[in-house]
C-alpha cells in the first residue's frame, strides 16, 4: 500500500479525482526517476533522446514536424535542436527550395548516441505492459489518450452512449 494514500475504509466511496491525482503523480515520479537514469547513462535529458529519436524516425525533417512528433513546442524543440547540434548530434541545414525552411538530419554521433541508449520506458515496464492481455494494454493507450488530450485542454467529442 501506498504510505501516502489514506487508507481505504469499507463502505467508503473513493473519489476518482483523488485517485486520479494520486496515480498521476506516481507516474510523474517513475518518469522523473527514468529521466535521471537515462541522463545518468547517457548525458542526455529526455526532450534530447526523444527529439532524436524524432529525427531518427522521420528522416531529414522540419522543427515543425519534429514538434508534432514529439509533441513539444515548436521553440522547446529548436533549443534542444540547438543543444544537441552543438554536441554534433544533429546538423542543419536550409532547404534548396526554400530558403526559409530549415531541415535537420541526424548525424552518426546521434545516431551511435540512440544506438546506446536505453528505451525510455525500461524493460521492467516493457515486459510487464506485455504481460497484460491485448484488450487490457488497448484500454490502458486509450484512457492515456484520453487523459493527455483533458490535460492539455483538447475538445474531446462524445463517443456514442455516453453521457457528454
Known amino acids: 500500500m501506498d504510505a501516502a494514500a489514506p487508507p481505504e475504509r469499507p463502505g467508503r466511496l473513493i473519489d476518482p479525482t483523488a485517485s486520479l491525482v494520486r496515480s498521476m503523480r506516481k507516474i510523474a515520479q517513475a518518469i522523473d526517476v527514468r529521466s535521471r537514469e537515462i541522463a545518468r547513462l547517457t548525458g542526455l535529458t529526455l526532450p534530447q533522446l526523444i527529439v532524436l529519436q524524432s529525427v531518427r524516425a522521420l528522416g531529414e525533417v ?8 514529439a509533441s513539444m513546442s515548436p521553440p522547446t524543440v529548436a533549443a534542444v535542436l540547438d543543444k544537441l547540434e552543438a554536441r554534433g548530434m544533429v546538423e542543419r541545414y536550409r532547404s ?59 475538445a474531446l467529442s462524445p463517443t456514442p452512449g455516453s453521457d457528454g
Open 62 to 69: 522540419t522543427t515543425q514536424a519534429i514538434s508534432r512528433d
Open 96 to 154: 534548396t527550395l526554400d530558403r526559409r525552411v530549415v531541415h535537420t538530419r541526424l548525424t552518426e554521433a546521434g545516431g551511435a548516441a540512440l544506438e546506446t541508449s536505453p528505451g525510455l520506458l525500461g524493460a521492467g515496464f516493457i515486459a510487464a505492459f506485455a504481460a497484460l492481455p491485448l484488450q487490457t494494454r488497448a484500454e490502458v493507450a486509450g484512457s492515456l489518450d484520453v487523459l493527455a488530450a483533458l490535460m492539455v485542454g483538447e
